[in-house]
């Protein structure tokens, strides 16, 4: 029961280099989204998806794109990597008639040089 | 000032003690509530989750809401070791899907 898989666990990246974060979902959950997390900020939302084809940003959206293709799969595209983003982040996707009930993956550990 | 507001702690106690976390809000609207444990180098994984006022009670956790003074609890009896972890507190209204906010978190450490 893989549950919400995130890839890699730990990059380290030099500014302005971009990556992608993967993360996929084996619950059929229709909610997915991107948190950061931050010593003494807590988790800060990113972008989230309701469904396939439908995302909106959250909170702290600058420097990331996210598109959401498929039910499974939500990945987190940083397009010019910047000291300001090194942060563990991590993905969630709900389950709830209101989405209330979040489940995490393990995260990914990302530091910008 | 943050939406949700949480002590960072560290929170010591000895083995067998009861463990008090709580946060605290300020947007009234907030209908949705949640405790979730994070241990170092892990995702958070759900712990309780109440929907509106009232107590709840699952094993040694018992999570409490006061809307009336914005004000949630979590309670963990007979604390043990493997209870020494960072609790978030995460709340959300009812039309904004899965957009929570998340308090800071609080670092607990069970003694033997």
């Known amino acids: 029961n893989a549950g919400v898989t995130q890839t890699p666990k730990f990059q380290v990246l030099k500014t302005g280099q971009s990556m992608t974060l993967q993360c996929a979902q084996d619950?059929?959950?229709?909610?997915m989204s991107w948190y950061r997390q931050d010593p003494g900020m807590g988790l800060r939302l990113i972008h989230y998806?309701?469904?396939?084809?439908?995302?909106d940003q959250g909170e702290v959206p600058n420097g990331y794109n996210v598109s959401r293709s498929t039910t499974e799969d939500f990945p987190l595209r940083l397009l010019s990597a910047a000291p300001s983003q090194t942060s563990v982040y991590f993905c969630?996707?709900?389950?709830?008639?209101?989405?209330?009930?979040?489940?995490f993956g393990s995260g990914t550990q990302l530091s910008v040089l | 000032q943050k939406e949700v507001e949480q002590d960072p702690g560290p929170l010591s106690v000895p083995e067998g003690a009861i463990v008090s976390l709580n946060c605290t809000y300020s947007n009234s609207a907030f209908q949705y509530f949640m405790w979730y444990r994070q241990y170092s180098r892990k995702g958070p994984e759900l712990l309780m989750y109440?929907?509106?006022?009232g107590n709840k009670e699952d094993g040694r956790f018992t999570a409490q809401v006061d809307k009336s003074s914005k004000y949630i609890s979590l309670f963990i009896r007979d604390s043990q070791p493997s209870d020494s972890a960072t609790y978030l507190c995460?709340?959300?209204?009812?039309?904004?899907?899965?957009?929570?906010?998340f308090g800071a978190g609080t670092q607990v450490v069970v003694t033997p």
């Open positions: 998806s309701v469904g396939a084809g439908i995302t």
């Open positions: 619950m059929n959950h229709e909610y």
């Open positions: 109440t929907y509106s006022s």
């Open positions: 995460a709340m959300k209204t009812t039309d904004s899907w899965g957009k929570f906010q």
């Open positions: 969630a996707s709900s389950s709830g008639s209101r989405g209330e009930k979040l489940f």
